[in-house]
């Protein structure tokens, strides 16, 4: 298993944040951190393992996926993508954001 120093750089930090609209302020919330750890490890900062470890549980929770350098990323470098949704979550994002057809489930044959 890899650290979380090696998958959560503060790059990826604000990255996933913008991916999921958050400020610092709410991954400071979902992590159980002070909104001053959250920003200095963005700014570079020395910060405890067990703080990274919980910003990155909290981004994960969220439903964020982080791929480390040499992942399953097409081309090898580190990454951050979405994780994909169950079914009922798809049509609660579908009706979310307006979608007037839901699409196929997983389960549909084409």
């Given amino acids: ?3 979380a120093s090696m998958l ?4 990826m930090s604000r990255a996933a944040r ?3 609209r958050w400020g610092a302020d709410e991954l400071a919330t979902a992590a159980g951190l002070s909104l001053s ?6 700014r570079g900062g020395m910060v405890r393992g067990p703080s990274v ?16 350098a040499g992942g399953r990323s097409l081309d090898g470098g580190p990454g951050l993508r ?3 949704m169950l079914e009922p979550e798809v049509a609660a994002a579908e009706e979310a954001v307006g979608l007037d057809e839901p699409t ?4 549909e044959e084409i």
């Fill in 1 to 3: 298993m890899r650290s």
């Fill in 8 to 11: 959560l750089s503060p790059e």
């Fill in 18 to 20: 913008a991916l999921l």
């Fill in 37 to 42: 750890t959250v920003k200095r490890f963005e």
């Fill in 53 to 68: 470890e919980a910003m990155l549980q909290a981004l994960q929770s969220a439903g964020l996926e982080f791929i480390a």
């Fill in 82 to 84: 979405t994780m994909p």
């Fill in 104 to 107: 196929l489930s997983v389960s």
